[in-house]
């Protein structure tokens, strides 16, 4: 099938390549949502290719503002006006002259400038010129037919709420139907796009976040793994933590390519002991990224210089990478995605990210949190990349407590670590709770962070000392 390309960040990637040549879309959404520039970004990036496209506007002048708007995107350029991106008025036209003459003009401009895309925005604008809704049905027919005459990839812009998009006359017409809009959330204003249809080929249903920045439209896709995705085959060697204690209670470190959750209260050494993994595995040559929304990088380097760790070095050889996210700018939508391609990229063995507590506090929806979640587990499973995920427990001594969402079902190893008190001075304790697929030391073990690193001691002398 023969696909015109957008080229807007990872929307081909959602319409299995791009969308159906010859095709008429309708881009939908309520004033604000993004419908003229996500159309916009999409002919100038053609335009680069040597596609031509006509843009007809039914606003009197709205012609000259869209322009001077799109003067501060990068995909827009004035080269390309009047050669491949030519702007008519159609609505002018249709005032004056009413429906028949709108569609000779169509037709004469198709004529003229030979486009490969036509873009009508706003068709929603064209109702209110008709008395009645047979004879804009009429209208509508009519347009289609004509678009589809010159084998043209065609795009009508209207300002339409989603109740809206199975009752109109319109979008009985339409090959593809893109759906454009906003949500509210505690912190952050965002943008989503819908694919509700196309015809001839398939699409990844559901909810995409976009945004709107400097470069124009960049989307990024919801992640739920779906059948093939969620084959993978399962690798039996060990990654070890370097540490000497721990290694042995897990006989022999965590499984390749497995998720394991660290839970502690603050203090406790969860960084530390992620940090620690992605060392050993630095010094074995594999790769590992360290995704901190809790403590800037200079912070971590400081504490692992303290502990005798070889940080810089693997940090200047690039086996390691620690990026930073201030939890003030976690969208978990964006970064969740993003995640995944840098992993991809890099070819990272081993990851971490610290904490997972803050991608709860930047969503509303705990469903939603879990669910992300899952699906970046089963993408790093897929990847055979090795995987912890640290919890903030905030109980400091409270009774065996893992995670208040439920984390739990979608790790694979789970290690606790937290404070016990004992002749009125506190001491730290890990435990392995879980490690599927593998036999794991059941005891319960004191240790210590110095100077000299982690060290496991030995057992619990008391056995009521977790109470």
Sequence with gaps: MERLITGIKNLDYILGGGIPAYSLNIISGSPGSGKTIFVQNIIFNNARNGLKSLYLTTISESQ?????????????????LGDRVIYGDLGAVLRSQGASEGLDYLTRMIKEHLPNIVVIDSVKVIRDLFPDEKTFRAFVFELAAVLSIWEITAFLVGEYEEQELTRLSEFAIADGIFHLYGQEEKRFQ??????????????????????????????????????????????????EF????????????????????????????????????????????????????????DQLQNTARYLGWEIDKYLAEGQLEIKFISPVELDVDKHAFEILDMIGEKKVE??????????????????????YLWAIGQQLRRRHVTTIF??????????????????????????????????????????????????????L?????????INVLGRLAKADMLK
Excluded: W
């Excluded at 000259?64 to 390309?80: A, I, N, P, T, Y």
């Design 390 to 443: 640290t919890v903030l427990n905030e109980d400091l001594f409270s009774p065996l407590v893992v995670s208040r969402a439920q984390l739990s079902l979608i790790t694979d190893n789970i290690i606790i670590l937290r404070y016990v008190e004992d002749n009125s001075s506190i001491r730290k304790v890990l435990g392995i709770l879980k490690t599927r697929g593998s036999n794991h030391d059941n005891s």
């Design 64 to 80: 000259l503002k869209m322009v001077r708007h799109l003067q501060g995107f990068e995909f827009f350029s004035d080269d390309l």
């Design 190 to 239: 965002k943008r989503y796009m819908r694919v509700l249809k196309m015809r001839g080929t398939s699409f990844q249903h559901g909810e995409h976040l976009f945004q709107i920045g400097p470069v124009g439209i960049e989307v990024y896709p919801r992640m739920r793994p779906e059948g093939e995705e969620l084959r993978y085959d399962v690798k039996l060697g060990r990654k």
């Design 242 to 297: 370097g540490i000497c204690g721990l290694d042995e209670m897990l006989y022999g470190g965590l499984l390749e390519g497995t998720i394991t959750l660290i839970s502690g209260a603050t203090g406790t050494g969860k960084t530390m002991f992620a940090l620690k993994f992605l060392l050993e595995g630095a010094e074995k040559g594999e790769k590992g990224v360290f995704l901190s929304f809790e403590e800037p990088v």
């Design 350 to 371: 081993r990851f971490v990210i610290d904490s997972i507590s803050s991608f709860e506090s930047s969503v509303t929806d705990m469903q939603k949190y879990r669910d």
């Design 445 to 453: 073990r004191e240790y210590e962070i110095s100077p000299e690193g």
